[in-house]
């Protein structure tokens, strides 16, 4: 009875171990496939100057620079992976030592105001636990933080008398070449319109990076975001003014 009271202890035990195995299996297999990212970063301005408006995070106005929109892991054929491990979802405690960060390159403007913490759960939750045979946590957050301070967008732009300005436009052309000259490498551009439904804004930039998410590529594939007009405007941050705050 003994004995046989530890076959059984020992074949549970085995049952265990594989289906744990398994599961660990499946998600290293899902977030392997994956070819690239595109991070993406916004222009607050733009963002702001819509229909439906913005509000600021809780730590007050953000600075007049590109924000953090994503890192999102894609495949070659213009799909993506998502929501891939839900074992593993946002832990604010695993990037406590990036929060300074993140509240000053990747923060919120929806509305209701917030501290991030919601719109960074969703992005890891969504597109960084599909990064997981490269990136944990904490790895992920930094990548992306690393890649905002290495492409330098705003610097770029200025370099080529790309400021921001209410009222004045620029080629389109312009800014990818600016944006090229600086980086290396072509990014697309999202634009979208003001709250006025008449002048197309820069809104996103796109480019891509390799798989272990610390160098940029050539795009393997464009995204397909907002068409942009010939000329853009780069609006000024500095009149926007917020939906409303709740501080």
């Not at 975001?225 to 709740?246: N, Y």
Request: charged share 20%; net charge negative; with cysteine.
């Amino acid at each position: 009875m003994k004995r046989e009271r530890q076959q059984n202890i020992e074949m549970n035990f085995s049952i265990l171990i594989q289906i744990l195995a398994l599961q660990c299996l499946a998600v290293v297999c899902v977030s392997r496939e994956f070819d690239f990212y595109y991070f993406v970063q916004q222009w607050p301005a733009s963002y702001c100057d819509t229909k439906r408006s913005c509000c600021y995070p809780k730590t007050g106005k953000p600075a007049e620079d590109f924000s953090i929109h994503g890192l999102w892991p894609n495949y070659r054929d213009g799909t993506y992976p998502a929501n891939c491990d839900s074992v593993n979802l946002f832990n604010d405690s695993k990037i406590t030592d990036l929060e300074s960060r993140l509240e000053k390159d990747w923060p919120s403007l929806a509305c209701p105001s917030s501290d991030g913490m919601r719109f960074w759960g969703h992005e890891w939750d969504k597109h960084g636990t599909c990064s997981e045979s490269f990136l944990d946590q904490h790895s992920y957050f930094k990548a992306a933080l690393d890649l905002k301070n290495k492409a330098n967008l705003l610097q770029a732009l200025n370099n080529a008398g790309i400021k921001p300005a209410d009222g004045k436009y620029y080629s389109l052309e312009s800014i990818k070449d600016a944006i090229k000259e600086a980086t290396g490498y072509t990014p697309y551009i999202d634009c979208n319109v003001d709250a006025s439904r008449k002048y197309h804004q820069l809104y996103q930039v796109y480019m891509c990076v390799e798989a272990s998410g610390s160098e940029f590529i050539n795009c393997p594939l464009l995204p397909h975001g907002r068409s942009c007009t010939s000329q853009v405007e780069f609006p000024s941050f500095s009149h926007i003014k917020p939906a409303h705050q709740e501080l």
